[in-house]
């Protein structure tokens, strides 16, 4: 990536609006997915990336991250990034390439769990407010406010009188977070209903990922056109110049994660900062020290 220009005063408006489709394919039946393709097998369209060219971009990628992170360190930006989407879209992989290469100290990942009885009676925003960044801080949530537009919306988890008052405070409390300094990407991670299901019948296939499947989870699969109405709506709300939604084309994994991350790091321009490489001193000579006996000390079994 260019080196470009240091960040000044207000975080950078994107340039374009993106471009989505009224809402997310319908016209694909659970049904017609063929349970005899290889497991695991993904669609992708003809000219998606090899797994060496996905593993060639993302390394390119990672290295660009580093910068970008030391850059918001160095400048003390405070960078908030929005995750949302259907369940199985594709938004915890995508999290966890971003992170990979950064720096657990400066950078972070919210997901919050169900409220409290104490945090059902707080302002709505309160508990997702205390994980906002500070100065050279990154967040990253999985998941954000935008479940009272979403899941509390379609499973009546809130009120019609809490849900428009959501509707109405969202987009100042967004334009808030923006006029303080915060710079607020927010993602819609775009899944046809074919590869959801796929991707459920393959967590149900696997031990390790059966965990990934909620009980809400499952509720949501059959309610699929409800959740395409309330992305809608939430959408017509608080898609606003200030916090604009960015969609991605999620049904090819290995596309969305290099296409989200090289999105990301054009909405904040930075420049090359990686540290010198360090030169290291030299070890301390040995005067005599003797090492306790290895058969004092407790090992692992080691069955590998």
Same mark, same amino acid.
């Given at each position: 990536m260019a080196k470009t220009k240091a960040h000044q005063g207000n975080p950078p408006t994107p340039g374009g609006r993106n471009r989505r489709p009224g809402r997310d394919a319908l016209s694909i039946p659970a049904a017609a997915i063929n349970h005899a393709a290889a497991p695991g097998a993904e669609p992708?369209?003809?000219?998606?990336? &090899?797994?060496? %060219?996905? #593993?060639?971009? $993302?390394? @390119?990628?990672?290295?660009? =991250? !580093? *910068?970008?992170?030391?850059?918001i360190k160095a400048r003390g930006l405070k960078v908030v990034v929005i995750f949302e989407g259907r369940d199985a879209a594709g938004k915890g992989g995508a999290i966890k390439r971003i992170m990979e290469p950064l720096n657990p100290r400066f950078a972070r990942v919210a997901a919050l769990p169900a409220p409290t009885e104490r945090e059902r009676t707080q302002w709505y925003f309160q508990r997702y407010a205390v994980h906002l960044p500070a100065a050279g801080e990154i967040v990253l949530f999985d998941r954000s406010w935008y479940n009272r537009a979403g899941v509390e919306r379609v499973m009546g988890f809130c009120s019609e009188e809490e849900y428009q008052e959501f509707?109405? &405070?969202?987009? %100042?409390? #967004?334009?808030? $977070?923006? @006029?303080?300094?915060?710079? =607020? !990407? *927010?993602?819609?991670?775009?899944?046809?209903?074919?590869?959801q299901e796929r991707r459920f019948q393959d967590r149900l296939d696997d031990p390790t990922k059966r965990w990934k499947l909620s009980p809400m989870d499952v509720e949501s699969r059959a309610r699929w056109l409800d959740y395409s109405k309330a992305k809608d709506e939430m959408f017509a709300h608080t898609d606003f110049k200030q916090a604009p939604w960015w969609v991605v084309r999620s049904d090819d994994k290995k596309r969305a994660r290099l296409n989200v991350i090289a999105h990301l790091l054009s909405q904040i321009p930075y420049e090359d900062l990686t540290p010198e490489p360090i030169v290291l001193p030299p070890r301390q000579k040995d005067t005599g020290y003797v090492r306790p006996p290895m058969s004092d000390q407790t090992f692992i079994p080691e069955p590998f």
């Open positions: 992708k369209r003809a000219d998606g990336p &090899s797994r060496k %060219e996905y #593993e060639a971009q $993302l390394q @390119r990628l990672n290295v660009e =991250l !580093v *910068k970008w992170e030391e850059w509707l109405r &405070s969202c987009p %100042e409390f #967004e334009r808030m $977070l923006v @006029r303080s300094g915060m710079i =607020l !990407v *927010k993602y819609w991670f775009s899944v046809s209903d074919a590869e």
